[in-house]
């Protein structure tokens, strides 16, 4: 999980907990996206070395999310407009430091609430609920499928007052 305060991340070994940690960091307030980038790859050597091999990545993040590549995510809400090329690849570029052809799916982590739910349930028609950096609802259908919808709750505006408060983004 890229969070906006720390990093966890986990190394599953044949669908056990073979590591887990959490790092803490400030990726919200720094304006260069090679910061975030050596957190991300930090935390993915860590895991990685605590495995035998590395089959596949996932990360949870808050952020809308095209394929991999965050369009609106809190954790670069400092990084100019003018670096997000080097933001919208941040996580392949990364997964691909660990192996060029390990696969890699980067998820909104209101997403990842739902599928958890609905893993730890066994049942879908499940809503997830990711309340840390933003705040994002995913959806889990009757089939138990991630239906990936925007979902970044955080960034649509509910209040419509002239005086009300406006979104950083």
Same mark, same amino acid.
């Given at each position: 999980?890229?969070?906006?305060?720390?990093?966890?991340?986990?190394?599953? !070994?044949?669908?056990?907990? *073979?590591?887990? /940690?959490?790092?803490?960091?400030? %990726?919200?307030?720094? %304006?260069?996206?090679?910061?975030?980038? /050596? #957190?991300?790859?930090?935390?993915?050597?860590?895991?990685?070395?605590?495995?035998?091999?590395?089959?596949? !990545?996932?990360?949870?993040?808050? *952020?809308?999310?095209?394929? +991999?590549?965050?369009?609106? @995510?809190?954790?670069? !809400?400092?990084? =100019?407009?003018?670096?997000?090329?080097?933001?919208?690849?941040?996580?392949?570029?990364?997964?691909? /430091?660990?192996? %060029?052809?390990? =696969?890699?799916?980067? @998820?909104?982590? #209101?997403?990842?609430?739902?599928? @958890?739910?609905?893993?730890?349930?066994?049942?879908?028609?499940?809503?997830?609920?990711?309340?840390?950096?933003?705040?994002?609802?995913?959806?889990?259908?009757?089939?138990?499928?991630?239906?990936?919808? !925007? +979902?970044?709750?955080?960034?649509? %505006?509910?209040?419509?007052?002239?005086?009300?408060?406006?979104? /950083?983004?």
């Amino acid at each position: 999980d890229a969070g906006g305060s720390d990093r966890k991340v986990s190394a599953v !070994i044949d669908g056990e907990c *073979g590591y887990s /940690e959490e790092v803490v960091w400030h %990726p919200k307030t720094n %304006p260069d996206p090679n910061y975030q980038y /050596e #957190g991300i790859l930090d935390s993915f050597r860590t895991a990685a070395s605590k495995m035998p091999r590395v089959d596949a !990545i996932g990360v949870s993040s808050a *952020g809308t999310f095209v394929g +991999n590549a965050p369009m609106v @995510a809190s954790l670069f !809400i400092k990084v =100019p407009r003018s670096n997000w090329d080097k933001v919208k690849t941040i996580y392949d570029r990364a997964a691909a /430091e660990i192996d %060029p052809n390990v =696969p890699i799916l980067v @998820a909104n982590d #209101g997403d990842v609430s739902a599928l @958890a739910g609905a893993m730890g349930l066994g049942k879908g028609n499940l809503m997830g609920l990711a309340m840390g950096t933003s705040e994002a609802v995913g959806y889990v259908d009757a089939d138990q499928n991630v239906l990936g919808w !925007i +979902n970044e709750l955080a960034f649509a %505006p509910v209040d419509l007052q002239e005086g009300a408060m406006q979104d /950083e983004w």
